[in-house]
T-cell receptor
Framework: KAGVTQTPRYLIKTRGQQVTLSCSPI?????VSWYQQTPGQGLQFLFE???????NKGNFPGRFSGRQFSNSRSEMNVSTLELGDSALYLC?????????????FGSGTQLSVL | GESVGLHLPTLSVQEGDNSIINCAYS??????FIWYKQESGKGPQFIID?????DKRQGQRVTVLLNKTVKHLSLQIAATQPGDSAVYFC?????????????FGKGTKLSVKP
């Protein structure tokens, strides 16, 4: 069974631009979560989607948004990029049926904002 | 706010020795904990999980211990191998939040000396 796939693997943008990241969950998984990882802040929760609906959201500004499609694939978008948005963006999937489930992570998209 | 923290940022062990990585959590209502391993250039990889109704759980070469009295979690790796070199994160479920919302510790870097 294929794991969580994230594209692109690396991305370089400039301040003010916007970016869209893509995530394909493990087949059969209906929940997709997004995390931002930086050396200073560690892993921080962005949001979680289940059945095309955002179920939970972390403490990030409105410039960070996401969506989920009917096939459970998800995208996240960051508008008006800032230097501080440089980070590894990780997507994780789970079955989504119960409260306590292990998350399976992709390899991430490394975003650099210049 | 509630957070998960790690006692030691770095740990260096000799190949073949046992490793113990510690984690303190502050939310006494958390009832699900996970250990992840992250190698350079990869996303976090699930190692082992434990629910709050258990004190100990064993996997292949790994054991997780949970002490709810002092809100402490530990990961023990037996016969540590060079391939175990990575950053290890503990995570707790965000009690009261929905699925896919884990709170991660800052991580401990494990270095295995041959």
């Amino acid at each position: 069974k294929a794991g969580v796939t994230q594209t692109p693997r690396y991305l370089i943008k400039t301040r003010g631009q916007q970016v869209t990241l893509s995530c394909s969950p493990i087949s059969g998984h209906r929940s997709v979560s997004w995390y931002q990882q930086t050396p200073g802040q560690g892993l921080q929760f962005l949001f979680e989607y289940f059945s095309e609906t955002q179920r939970n959201k972390g403490n990030f500004p409105g410039r960070f948004s996401g969506r989920q499609f009917s096939n459970s694939r998800s995208e996240m978008n960051v508008s008006t990029l800032e230097l501080g948005d440089s980070a590894l963006y990780l997507c994780a999937s789970s079955l989504g049926g119960t409260d306590n489930e292990k998350l399976f992570f992709g390899s991430g998209t490394q975003l650099s904002v210049l | 706010g509630e957070s998960v923290g790690l006692h030691l940022p770095t740990l260096s062990v000799q190949e073949g020795d046992n490793s113990i990585i510690n984690c303190a959590y502050s939310n006494s209502a958390s009832d699900y904990f996970i250990w992840y391993k992250q190698e350079s250039g990869k996303g976090p990889q699930f190692i082992i999980d434990i629910r709050s109704n258990m004190d100990k759980r064993q996997g292949q070469r790994v054991t997780v211990l949970l002490n709810k009295t002092v809100k402490h979690l530990s990961l023990q790796i037996a016969a540590t191998q060079p391939g175990d070199s990575a950053v290890y994160f503990c995570a707790e479920n965000n009690y009261g939040g929905s699925q896919g919302n884990l709170i991660f510790g800052k991580g401990t870097k494990l270095s295995v000396k041959p």
